[in-house]
């Protein structure tokens, strides 16, 4: 049988073992790091959350060029629905800045929150005009509000688009030498603005592009998953691989050549219509 002493020493350790596995409990690094990290993360979230609900999307528009920006010129901001690989990006909202001063241009951008659907894609499409003629446009377009795209955005404006490229549709002819058939056809069509949409031989497809003079680049295309003869599918691929190699362009008689970093014809395509 214990003591007394004995007795006390006992509760007194214990005591202390109590209250230093409660402090080890309170004081947890990881647990602290990982609570801090996910308070910031939310405090973060909370500003892009308010203006998503809010229907506001905020940013910049500038361009790399040492041009003073002249007195009329005006930007646009568009909101694009890009979620359909097989169709023209539907316009949902826009805003009209008119600039009183030098690069970069502030803009906001007030949508309504209730044609956004959390499964689709959205993007935004700027161009920079003076005087009613597009001057420059956004280098690509830029994704915003959903798969963890936020509401702001810094966008880079790049000398717009020659109107010979958009219009009606150009009909791929040849792709590296090898001639494409009538039919199926593969087909692109430019919209001016930074988008570009046609068929490859059996699907759909939607694509942004980069235009600086006689520099072009194609963005990766969505496109439709349907399944077609052999024929429709090896013209696909040839096209899609050349359209892939595409680093500039120019106009030969009634024909547009995409040509690859050699300077070789890619795509050589006509008119149609």
Known sequence: MRSMHERTV??????????????????QPGAMNTTRRATLALALMAPQAARAQDGTITGTAT???RIALPPGAVLEVE???????????????????????QVPIRFTLRFDPARIDPRGSYTLVARLSVDGQLRFRGDTAHPVLTHGAGTTAEILLVGAAPSSLAGA???VREIGGWRAP????????????????GSGGCNRF??????DGAALRFGPAAQTNMACEPPA????????????????????????????????AAIRLARHG
């Open 10 to 27: 006992a509760a007194a350790s214990a005591a202390g073992a109590a209250c230093r596995n409660r402090a080890a409990a309170r004081w």
């Open 169 to 171: 549709p150009w009909v």
């Open 63 to 65: 361009y790399r060029e």
């Open 206 to 211: 939607n694509a942004g592009y980069v235009l």
């Open 79 to 101: 909101l694009r629905d890009t979620s359909r690989a097989d169709a023209p990006a539907p316009r949902l909202a826009g805003t009209r800045v008119e600039a009183t001063g």
């Open 233 to 264: 599918m090896a013209l696909e691929a040839r096209f899609h691989a050349a359209l892939a190699t595409v680093r500039a362009w120019r106009i030969e008689g009634a024909e547009l050549l995409l040509l690859d970093g050699a300077g070789a």
């Open 182 to 197: 009538a039919a199926p056809r593969a087909d692109i069509t430019f919209d001016g603005q930074g988008r570009a949409h």
